[in-house]
T-cell receptor
Framework: ETGVTQSPTHLIKTRGQQVTLRCSSQ?????VSWYQQALGQGPQFIFQ???????GRGNFPPRFSGLQFPNYSSELNVNALELDDSALYLC?????????????FGPGTRLTVT | AQTVTQSQPEMSVQEAETVTLSCTYD???????LFWYKQPPSRQMILVIR??????QNATENRFSVNFQKAAKSFSLKISDSQLGDAAMYFC????????????FGAGTTVTVRA
């Protein structure tokens, strides 16, 4: 069974640029959630994708957008990067509706905006 | 909106001793799930233990156990026989049992284990 993977591991971008982060869900999981974790803080929910549709969104502006593909992998896109976007971005996969409610996290992508 | 509060930014414990981490939460729902996650330095987050709100019995996983007080909205984690590998950031998290599958996390408690 393959776990949740994310790419890239680290990324440095300049303010105003755009970035795309990628996540491959665990085998058999059809739901991907994205979280932003600022240094020294708990993760904050960005949004969730279920069967290629956005299934809930946290308090993040529209410049944070996402996609989910037929194989359930997912992308997080952030436009017009700001310094405060510097954080660890975590994705988590799960398979609700099967009786399992646990979310499995990937190792994260560390984004630095300069 | 659900809020999760961890009032202890840092805790230190001697190897082989016991440490208890506090967590309180605010919700108007009656059915939900509570979790403790462990995040070692520079490593990915893993689930330590979970509790279903409809279960009165406290969850236990080896050296980890919880004290779930539903009326008080309290969910503490006890780590017994602490080991060096327990050193990490610990997060308390809440998830509604409805269609809202997001996790709401507390700010975390850093646990240091002294040899």
């Amino acid at each position: 069974e393959t776990g949740v993977t994310q790419s890239p591991t680290h990324l440095i971008k300049t303010r105003g640029q755009q970035v795309t982060l990628r996540c491959s869900s665990q085998s058999g999981h059809n739901t991907v959630s994205w979280y932003q974790q600022a240094l020294g803080q708990g993760p904050q929910f960005i949004f969730q994708y279920y069967r290629e549709e956005e299934n809930g969104r946290g308090n993040f502006p529209p410049r944070f957008s996402g996609l989910q593909f037929p194989n359930y992998s997912s992308e997080l896109n952030v436009n017009a990067l700001e310094l405060d976007d510097s954080a660890l971005y975590l994705c988590a996969s799960s398979s609700p509706g099967t009786g399992s409610y646990e979310q499995y996290f990937g190792p994260g992508t560390r984004l630095t905006v300069t | 909106a659900q809020t999760v509060t961890q009032s202890q930014p840092e805790m230190s414990v001697q190897e082989a001793e016991t440490v208890t981490l506090s967590c309180t939460y605010d919700t108007s729902e009656s059915d939900y799930y509570l979790f403790w996650y462990k995040q070692p330095p520079s490593r990915q987050m893993i689930l330590v233990i979970r509790q279903e709100a409809y279960k009165q019995q406290n969850a236990t996983e080896n050296r980890f156990s919880v004290n779930f007080q539903k009326a008080a909205k309290s969910f503490s984690l006890k780590i017994s026989d602490s080991q060096l590998g327990d050193a990490a950031m610990y997060f308390c998290a809440y998830r509604s049992a409805s269609n809202d599958y997001k996790l709401s996390f507390g700010a975390g408690t850093t646990v240091t284990v002294r040899a």
